[in-house]
């Protein structure tokens, strides 16, 4: 089964952090990247900009309304993501609860829809 | 055979209960499929009615209904698609000869081991893992749960779909967990059965004040839970604080529910710890709570759940309320305060220290916590307690007056209205 391991972090207090934190913080990340692929459960990831880079876009009766910012405003931002494929939910919350977002942040983890193979 | 039991039917309802969970676990083991499962087992004892009936009840009836529902799930499975298990692998085994059914029984307990860990697991919601397990492992009807519960029937049957819809999407598993999980898991089935059994000992609302079903059925699954950890978890695995938490809570429960005679008296009324009847306390509950106590302690890690059994212990061997080391109590409650710093842990550490140390001292420690529990109401029937030890009768009767708007059963609502009577 794949889940999405979804970091979310509290943007302002990430500002606030010291050069030396972030180094150790990036350093910690590229750590656990290497563990995941090793084990062969990553499928994917990212890190994402910080959500003041963000641009919202709807259609409401076919008019399309652009604004600047996230969907929504709450405490914890999206900041990253990992794909991963596990053979269940203990075996993902764990690979969740290893990542560096667990002890700075809080991981979601949630599974993905299984829409059959991939065209390709 | 059965012959206390009249009826084919009594005898069906009674392997209900008893089997229901053991036969469902190994169900959903072999298809992984709950609903599957479910449709199965229904089916088989249906089937039972019809055949017992003309037959007699077997020799093993929980591995017939095992039996049967195994081919009833795989009939399933060859009319509908998609298929979710290879029905191929199945077909090879036989099912109906005794060498498999005595296989079976002895494959079951471990099944139901997983089973308690897939219902209690902590990503459902609480309210479903209470469900569940009722359900799954009680074997409880939906009806009973609901009615015990004081939910409409629909609501909890919604509970139950959506939790099994949750297993099944989020991909939570059936096993044993792995050893660095079984702290966090074994918590997590004993928070279920301690919430079943607090439900059944003081229900919040609803005019019976002890659902004894739900109280029996509690220290029905923890004995279970803790034969099963002990017979399966080889004693290195475990952690000694999980089996000491296992053995704290049974004893815990075993105590409390010693007293259930007691508690109410003949018109119904509630009868407080230092007026009640000792000589109808049981016995033998105490004494295996208190066994299971030193048991726990031996272990040398101490829990909350030990220390709140250690805390029915000292009432359990006390004579009379007056004879009872509230002392020791109020220390106990300190450690407790330790582990778990919650303001109705505060409210029974202040009572005991009312008792222990005095009535100013106990409304000195009741005052603070006046903002968090302004809506609980046995925090005000502790202020007015201790207000009337300290002679002021009219702010005790506005106390009791307060507790008496914050309470939804009406056996606490009677009991209220007399305390206030009484008080001059």
């Known amino acids: 089964m794949k889940y999405q391991l979804l970091i979310y972090i509290d943007e302002k207090l990430e500002a606030s952090r010291s050069k030396q934190e972030l180094e150790q913080r990036s350093e910690d990340y590229t750590t656990y990247t290497q563990e995941l692929l090793k084990s062969g459960k990553m499928v994917g990831g990212d890190r994402l900009h910080p959500t003041s880079s963000a641009a919202t876009v709807k259609l409401r009766e076919g008019k399309r309304i652009t604004t600047h910012g996230p969907f929504a405003e709450t405490k914890e931002q999206l900041g990253g993501y990992y794909l991963v494929d596990c053979s269940n939910l203990d075996e993902a919350l764990d690979w969740a609860a290893k990542c560096p977002g667990a002890k700075h942040g809080t991981m979601e983890v949630r599974p993905v829809y299984d829409l059959g193979p991939k065209p390709n | ?424």
């Open chain 2, 1 to 424: 055979m059965e012959n206390s039991e009249k009826t084919i039917s009594q005898t069906i309802e009674r392997i209900h209960k008893s089997e229901y969970g053991q036969i469902l676990a190994s169900l959903v083991n072999t298809f992984g499929d709950w609903d599957l499962a479910e449709e199965a087992l229904q089916e088989s004892f249906l089937a039972a009615v019809q055949q017992w009936e003309q037959q007699g009840v077997p020799k093993r009836p929980g591995a017939w209904l095992l039996v049967v529902a195994r081919r009833k799930a795989l009939d399933r499975i060859r009319k509908n698609k998609p298929v979710t298990v290879d029905p191929g692998n199945l077909e090879n085994r036989s099912f109906s000869s005794e060498r498999e059914i005595q296989y079976e029984e002895e494959e079951i307990a471990d099944e139901r081991l997983k089973l308690i860990f897939t219902c209690c697991h902590p990503a459902l919601p609480m309210e479903h893992r209470i469900a569940l397990t009722l359900r799954a492992l009680g074997g409880l009807t939906t009806q009973e749960i609901a009615s015990a519960f004081l939910v409409p029937v629909p609501t909890l049957a919604q509970r139950l779909v959506r939790a099994k819809k949750k297993i099944k999407e989020s991909g939570i598993p059936f096993y044993i967990p792995p050893i660095h999980l079984l702290p966090e898991r074994i918590e997590s089935v004993l928070a279920v059965i301690y919430l079943i059994f607090t439900e059944g000992y003081a229900s919040t609302s609803g005019d019976v004040l002890i659902r004894k079903e739900l109280c029996d059925e509690a220290i029905r699954l923890c004995r279970m839970l803790e034969i099963l950890i002990r017979k399966n978890l080889l004693s290195p695995d475990i952690p000694d604080e999980e089996l000491s938490e296992v053995w704290g809570l049974l004893s815990l429960m075993l105590l409390n529910h010693s007293r259930r005679n007691s508690r109410i008296d003949s018109s119904g009324r509630i009868v407080l710890l230092d007026e009640q009847d000792r000589t109808l306390w049981n016995r033998e509950e105490i004494q295996e709570g208190l066994a299971l106590l030193q048991k726990a302690l031996s272990l040398g890690s101490v829990g909350p759940y030990l220390v709140q059994a250690a805390i029915g212990a000292e009432h359990a061997i006390s004579s009379h309320s007056s004879r009872t080391d509230w002392k020791k109590i109020a220390e106990w409650y300190e450690l407790l305060l330790k582990m778990e710093d919650t303001p109705v842990i505060r409210l029974n550490h202040a009572v005991a220290v009312s008792i222990a140390e005095g009535p100013e001292r106990g409304l000195l420690l009741l005052s603070a916590l006046g903002k968090d529990l302004s809506s609980y109401a046995p925090y005000y029937l502790a202020v007015a307690d201790v207000q009337k030890r300290l002679g002021s009768s009219e702010s005790a009767k506005e106390s009791y007056a307060q507790a008496l708007a914050f309470t939804n059963n009406e056996v606490e609502k009677e009991f209220i209205r007399s305390k206030f009577d009484e008080t001059r």
